[in-house]
């Protein structure tokens, strides 16, 4: 009785076997895309972080255009979130058309910077921004001030924050952003089809495992090998929240670029809204050191942050400045990469793959497993 | 590994000063002293520290700490800090390795008029 019942057991795990593709190298590699969701710990820099009421009043205050000067536009106008908060447009339309391509706002706690150029360290920073940047919502601290006194979140931020006509513009502005980061951080994709493959794989239940589509498992060996995509797309995100150069070209016009990163470093090292600055709520001012020990070089220019990859499905269309209109696109851009058309030095990995048909389907499979969100409210 | 170790001991009167200091490094200038490195699980893409000891009463008056990808020609983003414990020891604080693959981490002490390199690899996944 007993050996027979192992005997089947056997012929069941060898079965199982033969479905998952993947050898023991790349299980160790999956395994290292997870586990999903990541354990969220409040953000010591704001001190609004994680509170229920600060997160309505962001939810609130994200969709209303009381936030432009103008009443023109509200976050959402962008980042909406019919279309996982960032928008079908190549390059996002502001008060004229911006540089770049208005990414989602998923998982974006506790990352190391912020923007396609990395021109912010904090979220709540990354949410200043856009409230007093001219081509978007165009409030001064002292417009937005007299803004949110005169509206109906006033008795909110009183709420949360104390008596908002003590207040100096500038702190006022700060907080709201900071409300706006309590809001945005609740924002996270869910677990996807690729999170049960790999926790099954980490289970060892492969029968489990064996489920996950052949193609997407194809796919997900070649993102890991032939593909070199997991030099830079790491981690649970699927990024290393670093800069590079994918080969995407960085003219704005005939006459002009987009600098990427070099500028981004410039914005960060002389904004007052870094964490090693006065407005960072935490007197240990932890997570100083990234914009007091990043280095400046010219090998910055023309780089962005390696973006996430998880519920890229749907956030098309795709790179800084919204050129590629889907992911079968993306993949054809980097097998057929033009490395004339590389612009940092010395970034020796991407280099045209060879890809067949076959392989740039299995490819855009296994990326359409990491999610696609529907849409949000 | 043992073997390595041995060699070490056995090449300086100094090493039993610095037993249980973590890996030897190797320097390709002769006459270096013996130094050793001592590296946890080097996490991807997020800071990590290390700590590296110049065996025998070696006056050092000068260290420099760098890492690079030789295979993609590029190092470190970040500039990491290096603490003087004295007595030959070193914490170096905010490494950052921010791909997966080879790493050679490169140290340069000052002893006198001379500047010794030191190399240490470490592998990523």
């Known amino acids: 009785m007993i050996a027979r019942f192992s005997v089947a057991m056997l012929v069941l795990v060898g079965s199982a076997r033969a479905d998952v593709l993947l050898s023991d190298n790349e299980i160790a590699q999956t395994l290292a895309f997870g586990p999903w969701p990541p354990q969220a710990t409040p953000d010591p820099s ?22 432009s000067v103008d009443g023109a536009m509200s976050c959402a106008t962008c980042h909406d979130p019919q279309t996982a908060f960032a928008s079908r447009q190549t390059r996002a339309m502001g008060r004229e058309i911006l540089a770049r391509n208005t990414p989602a706002l998923f998982n974006l706690r506790g990352l190391r910077w912020y923007g396609w150029g990395g021109d912010s360290d904090s979220l709540w920073a990354a949410s200043l921004l856009p409230l007093i940047s001219d081509v978007e919502m165009g409030h001064s601290a002292e417009s937005l001030k007299n803004a949110v006194r005169e509206s109906a979140h006033a008795p909110d931020y009183q709420t949360v924050f104390g008596d908002l006509l003590n207040q100096s513009p500038q702190t006022v502005l700060v907080n ?10 609740t924002l996270a994709t869910p677990r996807t089809s690729f999170d049960d493959f790999r926790d099954a794989l980490e289970r060892g239940d492969l029968e489990d495992a064996g489920q996950f589509p052949q193609a997407a498992q194809r796919g997900l060996q070649l993102f890991l090998g032939q593909g070199n995509c997991s030099f830079c797309h790491t981690g649970p995100s699927f990024s290393n929240n670093e800069f590079h150069d994918a080969g995407v070209p960085y003219f704005l016009s005939d006459t002009e670029v987009d600098p990427g990163r070099f500028d981004g470093l410039k914005a960060l090292l002389t904004s007052p809204y870094t964490l090693a600055g ?19 070089s010219h090998a910055d220019f023309g780089t962005f942050r390696t973006p996430s990859l998880r519920g890229v499905a749907a956030t098309a269309p795709y790179m800084h400045d919204g050129s590629i209109a889907d992911l079968d696109g993306v993949v054809r851009h980097y097998n057929d990469i033009n490395l004339e058309r590389m612009h940092a030095d010395g970034e020796a990995i991407l280099r045209p793959l060879e890809l067949d048909e076959q392989q740039i389907s299995d490819l855009v499979s296994f990326l359409e497993t990491l999610g696609a969100i529907k849409p949000f409210k | 590994m043992i073997l390595a170790a041995i060699v070490s001991l056995a090449s300086s009167v100094s090493a039993d000063a610095c037993s249980g200091y973590g890996e030897p490094v190797v320097s390709e200038l002769q006459g270096a002293p013996d130094a050793y490195v001592i590296v946890n699980d080097v996490p991807l893409s997020q800071p990590f520290s290390l700590r590296f000891t110049v065996c025998g009463e070696v006056p050092v008056t000068g260290i420099q700490v760098d890492a690079m990808m030789p295979a993609h020609q590029h190092g470190m983003n970040y500039d990491p800090s290096v603490t003087d414990l004295g007595l030959g020891v070193f914490d170096v604080h905010g490494m950052l390795f921010h791909m997966p693959g080879i790493w050679e981490v490169r140290f340069d002490i000052t002893v006198g008029d001379l500047t010794f390199p030191y190399i240490h690899r470490i592998t990523l996944r």
């Open chain 1, 176 to 185: 709201i952003a900071k409300v706006l980061a309590a809001y945005q951080e």
């Open chain 1, 46 to 67: 704001n001190r609004v972080s994680g509170d229920t009421k600060a997160i309505a009043l962001g939810r609130a205050l994200f969709d209303d255009p009381v936030l």
């Open chain 1, 278 to 296: 006065d407005w960072s709520d935490d007197p240990e001012r932890r997570g100083k050191w990234v914009s007091q020990n990043v280095r400046q």
